[in-house]
């Protein structure tokens, strides 16, 4: 069996009656680059949360690196965390954040720790409130990495960075996954990110999983075409895996499931007399994956209703 | 290494990979025994995911194109057919019959077809040549 990271069995958990989490099984493997991704509320931050044990699910249970919750303590020195807001005494300085760090972890190793503050130009003596965001992020990642993790939870660690900043802490990461075999987990809104750098990911939507899939796989199953067509719209809107459809004049954009020989078959059906593939991004896939999920796009009754409203 | 990679492009980054490499060996710009990057080296390079590089080192080495020796590293093999088969000339010829949909639906005839063919195979060789 395939060695897992995390895994988390049948997670849910609400406030106050509000479902954050909804049965939520997730498989990430060791040493995989592992992106979580989902609109605003989704539960990302959540499901991070229960994965630190800093809230418990209110049913379902985890496993990291191979150990249940009980014996997590342990486990957890072994992983890096880097919150959506970093935790850290403000009136602290830089140095004094990494000897309690030091203090607080057995794992903690100087030699990384000294090698990352030239690299992250840390101002050592500044204390941590004068700090620019940035910089506490940068702090924030120097400790969970000093660490020596096996695993590096980051929850949106982008989020607000200058573009430069980014690539640097990507690459960072990239760096620490290939040298070391850390297992990475990370929620983030630039998919454009994820795309150069995570291998699986996972979609969340009100709570619930949407999916769990190899970047690969996304790509290479899900198509954008746009074609003129002799069929009518029936028939195209009838087309098997439809995510999303868009009509501009004659031209048909559909944005479709399946493997690409299948998808060409099916559209041959429609006597195309024009026919041009699109380039799709990720965010483009998800974008239409959500929609279709959330139940935006249009969605077709055996009898064909609804096409009206579509072509509006 | 020469090239970038295009994470907002539809092709998977591993099949970018193996094409950027594939390309590279037929134009002669890399060489039978140029050493590769490491997986490391060009993951971090490249700021993509190890595991990424490393699929598409797989698949160059199962196609033959690259030949890992050890802890040496990987290196460019030179074990390429140097004739055709059946089968490799099969799929050129439905990649042709592709070209020739597209030609139509784009309305290159065949006559303006055939000099493209011709004047592309003349560039390649004078590619190759120089480089």
Not at chain 1, 154 to 183: C, H, K, N, W, Y
Not at chain 2, 38 to 49: I, K, Y
Not at chain 2, 62 to 80: A, C, D, H, P, R
Request: charged letters at 25%; aromatic letters at 6%.
């Amino acid at each position: 069996m395939q060695n897992l990271s995390i895994k988390t069995c049948e997670i849910s958990k609400s406030f106050e009656g509000l479902t954050a989490l909804d049965n939520i099984s997730l498989q990430v493997p060791a040493g995989s680059v592992f992106g979580l991704i989902g609109p605003n509320g989704a539960g990302k931050t959540t499901l991070m949360k229960i994965l630190m044990d800093i809230i418990r699910p209110d049913r379902g249970w985890v496993e990291l690196l191979g150990q249940s919750n009980r014996q997590r303590s342990r486990i957890k020195e072994k992983v890096g965390y880097v919150p959506d807001v970093p935790g850290m005494y403000a009136n602290f300085k830089c140095e004094e954040m990494f000897r309690l760090g030091s203090k607080l972890n057995h794992h903690w190793d100087w030699e990384r720790c000294q090698e990352l503050s030239k690299i992250f130009e840390v101002p050592k003596n500044s204390r941590i409130h004068t700090l620019s965001r940035g910089m506490k992020v940068r702090i924030s990642l120097l400790m969970a990495l000093s660490i020596r993790p096996q695993l590096l939870l980051l929850d949106e660690p982008t989020a607000g960075l200058d573009p430069i900043f980014r690539r640097e802490f990507l690459q960072i990461v990239m760096d620490e996954a290939a040298g070391s075999g850390t297992t990475v987990f990370y929620s983030t809104h630039n998919l454009s990110d994820l795309e150069r750098t995570a291998d699986t990911i996972a979609c969340l939507n009100q709570g619930r999983l949407l999916f769990q899939r190899s970047l690969d796989e996304i790509k290479e199953s899900i198509h954008r075409v746009q074609f003129v067509a002799e069929e009518d719209q029936r028939t195209v809107l009838n087309l098997p895996g439809i995510l999303d459809y868009q009509k501009s004049g004659r031209i048909h954009i559909i944005t479709v499931e399946g493997r690409w020989a299948e998808v060409e078959a099916a559209l041959d059906r429609c006597r195309p007399i024009y026919r041009e593939r699109l380039n799709l991004s990720l965010e483009d896939a998800f974008i239409s994956l959500i929609k279709k999920d959330t139940g935006d796009t249009l969605t077709l009754d055996a009898h064909g209703e609804g096409i009206e409203e579509a072509a509006q | 290494m020469w090239f970038d990679i295009e994470p907002g492009s539809s092709i998977p980054i591993y099949l970018q990979l193996v094409n950027k490499i594939r390309e590279a060996v037929a134009r002669g710009i890399l060489e039978p025994g140029d050493r590769m990057p490491t997986v490391r080296a060009l993951a971090s390079q490249l700021t993509t995911n190890p595991n990424t590089v490393a699929k598409a080192y797989q698949r160059l080495e199962q196609e033959g194109v690259i030949i890992t020796l050890g802890s040496k590293g990987s290196f460019i093999s030179g074990n390429w057919p140097g004739h055709s088969d059946e089968q490799g000339r099969r799929v050129i010829a439905d990649l042709l019959d592709k070209l020739l949909v597209e030609a139509f639906h784009r309305g290159v005839n065949e006559e303006e077809f055939r000099e493209l063919v011709e004047e592309r195979l003349q560039n390649w060789e004078k590619e190759r040549g120089s480089g």
